[in-house]
C-alpha cells in the first residue's frame, strides 16, 4: 500500500514539474556571412546550448529564432555561447580570436 501511495505521489510530483517547465522562443540578431556555413555554424553552436531545443538562423535577415527552456537556461547564456563561438549578438561581442577562426566566407563586418 506504502509503495502505490508513493508513486502516485512521484507522479503527481513529476507532472506538476512537466506543467510548469516553460518553453520559451526569443529571436534576435546573430551577425553572420551570408552562406549555409555560417547557418549551419550558429545553429549547430545555439542547439549545442544545455536547454535549447530549436535555433533557425535566417541568412537574409540575420535573425536567430531559439526555443529553449527557461528553466534550465537563459538568453543571456545562449548569447554568450553563440558570441564565444564567433558571432556578435545584441548582448555580447565576439572575442576577436573566435571571430578570426571562422572560415572567411563567415567573417562579417564587425561594428567597432
Do not use: R
Not at 31 to 38: A, Y
Not at 58 to 63: A, F, L, N, P, Q
Not at 74 to 97: C, F, H, R, V
Amino acid at each position: 500500500m506504502k509503495t502505490k501511495v508513493l508513486s502516485l505521489v512521484t507522479l503527481f510530483m513529476l507532472s506538476v514539474v512537466t506543467v510548469f517547465a516553460a518553453e520559451k522562443t526569443e529571436t534576435f540578431e546573430v551577425k553572420g556571412g551570408d552562406c549555409e556555413e555560417c547557418k549551419t555554424h550558429i545553429e549547430t553552436t545555439t542547439t549545442g546550448v544545455e536547454g535549447v531545443t530549436s535555433a533557425v538562423w535566417d541568412v537574409e535577415t540575420k535573425e536567430l529564432t531559439v526555443v529553449f527552456d527557461d528553466e534550465v537556461t537563459t538568453l543571456d547564456s545562449i548569447e554568450m555561447a553563440i558570441a564565444q563561438a564567433g558571432n556578435d549578438t545584441p548582448t555580447y561581442k565576439a572575442p576577436e580570436e573566435a571571430y578570426s577562426a571562422l572560415p572567411e566566407c563567415c567573417q562579417y563586418e564587425k561594428e567597432e
